[in-house]
């Protein structure tokens, strides 16, 4: 009988792995549903509640304004107290709003619910990925992540068909749209239910007998556990100040240059994205396409190929030399379109099918690096800061661009979305280190930083843009 012992980076793919993958899809499933569900719901919203521009405008924002909150606060929540607790309460709350939605009597109330809402996927994102991250060995690791962006989207194409079939049910039909989210929130809270604790955080904060059951228990006998105590960084049970002094802890640890490279890189990814995408038949419109709107299903269904392109070439290709090339491309494909205003429709159409691709290749780097690149105790942290600045990018592009088009026309807005595309390019060029054969700690830099005892083959330094050794 073989009593090797492996390490929890290199452990064989068990159906206890497969599952962690599974669940840790629901957050971005019902992110991607309860965004695309809104859109198709508002129009009616605003007829039968009167909201108006202005009530209209908050109401599509508000789950994204509640995201900002749940990455910041709940971020370093997860990090003191565990992942596991929170993974099962938040998706409860999506049951419960989605629900509620169908009662909300005035826009007021809908915000409310849906700021929420927010919160509760804000929290979402550092609570799953973090727990995903810290159970799958090593090769799962970065193709699970980069999964979870297409389930995304996903879930945002299905809501478009939910709500194309219940636009037919009458008066109210956005009631039955909006309350349609507590479906897939249901499934996914059940399955999360009697998930385990991450044993490298019950590890991270004394709790060594707890760790070694849930080894034990669902990473089997093989799993060598003396390896991850030695790896993992031992702190205090309960960290002193509020919750927000994580942050403040990352920064004194050394992390704020990853803190920074993650929330840069992912904000000049999805602040182009956010605004090209929901004004696109807008875009493609002054830039001469006719049925614009026929020409935007067919641009948006390559955000799904090109999410899945990335999830296939992130181990191979590497995610320095991914998410640089991905921005190289997207930047030029908009570059393209705004130096040519006088192109065919078919080249222009041709052109935002390549800035899609791109953007979605790289954006499967959104849950990968922030993962990788923040030790066990303040992973949570870090991902949350860096989902929290996110959102204002989207919310920022998405707000500005139709402000920007309107002054100075369609190019200047084009222009402007490639100039943010260049300093995503030129701070990756300079911070993205390459992780993809690293095991968690080394990746993090937790050895460098004397938290974990080093081992002997070369890495990359996180946080300086040297090519990985092969």
């Given at each position: 009988m073989d009593t090797r012992k492996v390490p929890l980076d290199d452990l064989p793919t068990s159906r206890f792995h497969r599952k962690v993958a599974v669940v840790a899809a629901g957050g971005p499933f019902c992110d991607g549903y309860l965004l695309g569900i809104i859109a198709v719901a508002l129009p009616a919203i605003s007829n039968d509640l009167g909201t108006g521009a202005l009530g209209?405008?908050?109401?599509?924002?508000?789950?994204l304004m509640g995201m900002f909150v749940g990455g910041l606060v709940f971020g370093p929540l997860t990090d003191r107290l565990g992942r596991s607790g929170m993974y099962t309460m938040n998706l409860l709350v999506f049951v419960v709003c989605s629900a509620l939605q169908f009662f909300a009597g005035d826009a007021v109330s809908l915000f409310l619910i849906r700021f929420v809402m927010g919160i509760a996927l804000g929290a979402d994102y550092p609570i799953a990925t973090a727990l995903a991250t810290e159970f799958l060995p090593r090769r799962l690791r970065g193709p699970v992540l980069a999964s979870l962006v297409l389930v995304l989207w996903v879930g945002f194409t299905a809501s478009y068909a939910v709500g194309y079939l219940m636009d037919g049910l009458g008066d109210g039909a956005w009631r039955w749209m909006l309350a349609s989210a507590a479906v897939p929130s249901l499934v996914f809270l059940l399955l999360r239910l009697g998930t385990p604790e991450s044993p490298r955080w019950l590890l991270s904060v004394g709790r060594t007998d707890e760790a070694r059951a849930v080894v034990t228990e669902h990473l089997g006998p093989s799993a060598d556990f003396d390896a991850l105590v030695a790896e993992t960084r031992t702190a205090t049970p309960v960290r002193k100040g509020l919750p927000l002094s994580g942050i403040g802890e990352l920064f004194r640890r050394g992390y704020g240059p990853m803190l920074v490279f993650c929330s840069v890189f992912w904000v000049c990814q999805v602040a182009p994205s956010f605004a090209v995408k929901t004004f696109q038949p807008q875009l493609l419109t002054s830039l001469g396409v006719h049925d614009a709107l026929g020409a935007s299903v067919l641009v948006q269904s390559f955000a799904i190929v090109g999410t899945a392109l990335g999830m296939l070439v992130i181990n191979s290709l590497g995610r320095r030399t991914l998410l640089l090339a991905s921005m190289t491309v997207f930047t030029a494909a908009l570059l393209g379109l705004g130096i040519n205003p006088w192109a065919t429709g078919g080249l222009v159409i041709t052109l935002f099918i390549v800035f899609n691709l791109a953007e979605a290749a790289g954006s499967a780097l959104q849950f990968v690096y922030p993962n990788e690149l923040f030790p066990t105790e303040l992973r949570g942290t870090g991902m949350g800061v860096a989902t929290a600045?996110?959102?204002?990018?989207?919310?920022?592009?998405?707000?500005?661009?139709?402000?920007?088009?309107?002054?100075?026309?369609?190019?200047a807005g084009l222009y402007i979305a490639a100039g943010i595309g260049m300093l995503g390019l030129a701070v990756s060029w300079r911070m993205a280190p390459e992780t993809r054969r690293l095991s968690l700690a080394r990746a993090s830099g937790a050895e460098e930083r004397g938290h974990a005892p080093r081992q002997p083959a070369e890495h990359t330094r996180p946080g300086r843009p040297a090519q990985e050794q092969l």
């Open positions: 209209e405008g908050l109401i599509g924002a508000s789950a600045v996110s959102r204002i990018g989207s919310a920022a592009g998405t707000f500005l661009l139709p402000l920007t088009t309107d002054r100075w026309g369609t190019s």
